[in-house]
């Protein structure tokens, strides 16, 4: 596709491909502490048809 449309592609450096986990973990774990929370709203679901979802 790259040689088809004539693109470039770029790749981040290894070092900067981490796991978004910790840093989202860091982040509500920051707001919790500031004594921002809300209650759950909703069930999980595994393999959560997303056609049932509606469009936003």
């Known amino acids: 596709m ?8 770029y790749y981040p450096r290894l070092e900067f491909c ?5 840093m989202i973990a860091f982040a509500g774990c920051q707001r919790l502490l500031a004594g921002q929370h809300e209650e759950l709203k909703f069930n999980a679901k595994p393999r959560w048809d997303l056609e049932s979802l509606a469009a936003v």
Do not use: H, P
């Not at 790259?2 to 592609?9: D, I």
């Not at 981490?18 to 910790?22: E, K, L, P, R, Y």
């Open 18 to 22: 981490t796991d978004n986990g910790a």
């Open 2 to 9: 790259v040689k088809k449309e004539s693109a470039q592609v």
